[in-house]
């Protein structure tokens, strides 16, 4: 494993190592590097048709529901699509596609149904002699499409979709509790036939709801105490005390609810006061711990201008598609954000992936717009005029006579209906997929998928309606159940999921403002100011004699190289689940960030000022970044590395390798 420098850039970049081969060894045996690794990666695998696109320079990705979806209906699903699987194959689902074998996405050399297309033998040919063959153009695209990856819309299938979601609350009855475990969860969880799980130890299960919760790692004092505690409620009460934590809790969840309200502080339309921010809004709504239904109904129709940059979306300049104006932007984020549709595709064309319109993207656009609202069909008029109307009128409809800000008001009372289980249901899928790892729906905008639990999706959305719409509630509920507690399940990239496998948390990757806070934690470096307009001040109840500045979060800070490296989203989009594979732009910027080597330089001083005993700063380091002391092979290790004298320069060195670890970029 060749390695040109250390992290702290103090050798020149010709391959030497200080101190003989020791950091090549810390490295070595300590960090696992995210480029060359791949074993490591990430539990869950890549979203579902997700890819990198191999495109030569200035040429857009092949369009799935455009380009693809035309080719096989007119030419693949009559034998193998919907309920047809001709010599085995189907091409119903991307699934189906995959499993049949003729397909590899990225190898179209070893994708055998393209073979087929372009086969001159008739005994071989697909389609059959006696069907129209695939133009020359058209096998071009697919094989573009295998080479990029196969990406395919979330939840489409050729076929009729067997499933139905309920639009209303179904309030399910507790199974009997099973070998003592009474929790609400785990009763529906063994009620569904699935395996408990072995519980995860003291320190796994401390990291992973700190992360979870608050976002941050616990301290080594937090972790000493902890460990040391032998009551056998402290994970109840650690949950407790976690979500109490008023400020850390609502820095933490501003990056969830920033990407699925696409919100952000600087980036696309802010320069020319096309988009407004919410950020003070919610950030209050986290701090108080509103109720859901309150959010959405301010989010919908605000009252003041606190709110109003949700459903006001980006003003584009100059001429825009249909599918960007602001009605239509409207449309598809309440959708997506509120009902897990995804109106996208229905806002240019009846939709290829579920049973939503154009006239559904419509009707829902029409209560935001000021003006009468024609229908566009792929960019083109149609000559017909939109009412306003939302999808679900068996529980009431807006009036479309009355005032827009009217209209608004009755869309937010329908959202908030006490009919409406798909508000609920959707919410604590996404709560449960955050601390998880997947949803119970997977898609989570897709939730007209059947849920791998109805049982227990449908118990969830109604005991958090029943109780007042309580976000933190809900989040103590899944936090506290022997689910949660378990063992991690962490699965190769490739590797299908169980049918079950939401029952366990998954391995999920550090987000980037994990990350960034984790550095600034453990070195002290975190910045002053920040970008958030957000009253960060302790509550004057809580409020000590000398009250001290929380750290700056990188949530609240707008994004730069190293977090968008990470998997940041800019947020002109609404963003519901982050990349779970590492790229090579993560892998060159952990190895070569400069502003990183800085930040490790600072702690490492920090610590070496602090405690110069080697063991003594082994300890404090592992427990800090790992929450576990090392072990005695990593304790001789390091302190053979650091030597009796430790100098700056190797303490960097060890904790850039200690972070490099997939030990520390994963929670587990």
């Known amino acids: 494993m060749p390695f040109a420098w250390t992290r702290s850039g103090t050798i020149p970049r010709t391959g030497t190592i200080r101190r003989g081969d020791g950091l090549l060894k810390a490295i070595v045996v300590l960090a696992t590097?995210?480029?060359?690794?791949?074993?490591?990666?990430?539990a869950a695998g890549p979203p579902e048709g997700v890819a990198e696109s191999k495109d030569g320079p200035g040429e857009k990705p092949v369009d799935f529901a455009h380009q693809i979806v035309p080719i096989l209906r007119a030419h693949c699903v009559a034998c193998h699509g919907g309920d047809e699987a001709k010599g085995g194959f189907s091409i119903d689902t991307r699934e189906s596609f995959l499993d049949g074998g003729m397909a590899d996405p990225g190898s179209p050399d070893f994708s055998h149904f393209l073979?087929?297309?372009v086969s001159r033998d008739p005994d071989l040919m697909m389609p059959p002699p006696e069907k129209d063959r695939v133009p020359a153009a058209d096998a071009a695209l697919l094989r573009r499409w295998v080479q990029e990856g196969m990406a395919w819309e979330a939840g489409f299938q050729f076929g009729e979709p067997g499933y139905e979601p309920p639009l209303r609350p179904r309030r399910v009855a507790l199974p009997p509790a099973v070998d003592g475990r009474t929790h609400p969860i785990d009763r529906l969880i063994d009620g569904a036939g699935v395996p408990a799980s072995e519980p995860a130890d003291d320190a796994t299960f401390l990291r992973r709801a700190s992360l979870d919760l608050v976002g941050l790692l616990p301290t080594a004092d937090q972790a000493e105490a902890f460990l040391a505690d032998p009551s056998p409620d402290k994970r109840e009460r650690l949950v407790d005390d976690l979500l109490a934590r008023e400020i850390d809790y609502a820095d933490h969840w501003l990056t969830f609810w920033n990407d699925l309200l696409r919100n952000d502080y600087a980036g696309t339309g802010f320069i020319t006061k096309g988009r407004t921010q919410i950020s003070g809004w919610l950030y209050r709504a986290l701090r108080e711990n509103k109720p859901y239904d309150a959010m959405v109904r301010e989010l919908v129709a605000p009252a003041d201008d606190g709110s109003a940059g949700f459903i006001n979306g980006?003003?584009?300049?100059?001429?825009?598609s249909a599918g960007q104006t602001l009605p239509i932007q409207f449309s598809q984020s309440v959708s997506q954000s509120l009902l897990g549709i995804n109106m996208k595709c229905a806002s240019c064309h009846d939709s290829f992936i579920d049973r939503w319109t154009l006239a559904d993207a419509y009707g829902l656009a029409a209560i935001y717009s000021e003006k009468p609202l024609e229908l566009y069909r792929c960019d083109q008029p149609t000559g017909r005029m939109a009412g306003p109307a939302w999808p679900f009128p068996e529980i009431g409809q807006v009036d479309g006579d009355a005032p827009r800000d009217e209209r608004l008001r009755q869309l937010g009372d329908l959202l908030t209906h006490p009919e409406n289980g798909r508000v609920p249901r959707t919410i604590v899928n996404r709560l449960w997929a955050q601390l998880m790892g997947r949803g119970i729906v997977h898609p989570l905008d897709a939730m007209q998928t059947e849920p791998w639990n109805a049982d227990l999706l449908d118990w969830?959305?109604?005991?958090?309606?029943?109780?007042?719409?309580?976000?933190?509630?809900?989040l103590r509920l899944i936090a506290t159940s022997e689910a949660y507690r378990s063992r991690s399940l962490r699965l190769e990239s490739d590797a299908p999921l169980p049918e079950a496998g939401s029952a366990v948390p998954l391995v999920k990757r550090l987000t980037a403002e994990h990350f960034v806070d984790a550095v600034w934690q453990l070195t002290g470096t975190a910045p002053v100011e920040y970008d958030a307009p957000v009253d960060r001040r302790p509550a004057p109840e809580d409020e000590p004699a000398e009250p001290a500045e929380p750290m700056t979060r990188a949530a609240l800070l707008a994004s730069d190289a190293l977090m968008r490296s990470l998997g940041r989203p800019n947020r002109d989009q609404?963003?519901?689940?982050?990349p779970s594979e590492v790229s090579t732009l993560e892998a060159l910027d952990l190895n070569t960030s400069e502003a990183l080597v800085a930040n490790l330089r600072v702690g490492a001083e920090r610590m070496?000022?602090?405690?110069?005993?080697p063991s003594d700063l082994v300890d404090d380091l592992f427990l800090s970044a790992l929450t576990r002391r090392p072990t005695e092979e990593e304790r001789a290790l390091i302190g053979d590395y650091l030597g009796p004298a430790p100098d700056a320069d190797a303490l960097t060195d060890v904790m850039w390798a200690l972070l490099m670890k997939p030990e520390f970029l994963l929670i587990r």
């Open 33 to 42: 590097v995210v480029c060359v690794d791949s074993a490591d990666r990430l």
């Open 574 to 578: 609404i963003v519901t689940s982050r």
């Open 608 to 613: 070496l000022a602090a405690s110069p005993q």
């Open 314 to 320: 980006i003003e584009w300049r100059g001429t825009v």
């Open 460 to 474: 969830l959305a109604a005991d958090f309606q029943d109780h007042g719409y309580d976000l933190k509630r809900t």
């Open 115 to 117: 073979t087929l297309v």
